[in-house]
């Protein structure tokens, strides 16, 4: 069955460490998207991929880096550098970066210790 | 710039009575609209969306939605609720010509349901 796969599913980290989510889709979709989510919130858009090799910053992009090697894969590493990483993380794709509808993996949730 | 309101941060029902979760958005033309939800630790399933022609759309899991224009809205409503349908729900704007990194969400309604 085709779907987004994100990668573990629970991840803890200590502060200072950088942490790499990943997310792979076998849709075969030519963007992909890595959002934030807070309690009590909507999502927030971090990172945006239309094609292979290219990303965009979103509206939340600080203290976030992703990579776009490959069609199917589009992890995201948390930094040091992210002030309140603590969250839900979710990666979705669509078809190609003209269409709205996207399509969401099961999500992270990363917690700092 | 868009933007979406789910006025109810929380709604509790009874299994078997009917439902209606409220969206309303700010756009200054008629834009695509969704609702999805999202099961405690999972990630979102579309649940429909409107892009145009008849206002009264139909969704999964016996889910329909109506567009009303006048009143910039995008109402979820279900006849009669399942106790799985307990869940967080999100309300979701594009523009027509935009992209699916232009999404707006709503902050979100929870149900809870009661049996």
């Known amino acids: 069955d085709g779907g987004i796969t994100q990668s573990p599913k629970y991840l803890f980290r200590k502060e200072g460490q950088n942490v790499t989510l990943s997310c792979e889709q076998n849709l075969n979709h030519d963007a992909m998207y890595w959002y934030r989510q807070d309690p009590g919130q909507g999502l927030r858009l971090i990172y945006y991929?239309?094609?292979?090799?290219?990303?965009q910053k979103g509206d939340i992009a600080e203290g976030y880096s992703v990579s776009r090697e490959k069609k199917e894969s589009f992890p995201l590493t948390v930094t040091s550098a992210q002030k309140n990483p603590t969250a839900f993380y979710l990666c979705a794709s669509s078809i190609g970066d003209q269409t709205t509808e996207a399509f969401f993996g099961q999500g992270t949730r990363l917690t700092v210790v | 710039a868009q933007s979406v309101t789910q006025p109810d941060i929380h709604i509790t029902v009874s299994e078997g009575a009917s439902l209606e979760l409220r969206c309303n958005y700010s756009y200054g033309a008629t834009p695509y609209l969704f609702w999805y939800v999202q099961s405690p630790g999972q990630g979102l399933q579309l649940l429909l969306k409107y892009f145009s022609g008849d206002t009264l759309v139909q969704g999964i899991k016996g889910f329909e939605a109506e567009f009303k224009r006048s009143q910039s809205s995008f109402n979820l409503r279900k006849p009669s609720v399942h106790w799985s349908d307990a869940a967080e729900y999100f309300c979701?704007?594009?523009?027509?010509?935009?992209?699916?990194?232009?999404?707006?969400f709503g902050s979100g309604t929870q149900l809870t349901v009661l049996p």
């Open positions: 991929s239309q094609i292979v090799n290219d990303f």
């Open positions: 979701a704007v594009a523009s027509p010509s935009g992209s699916a990194r232009q999404l707006t």
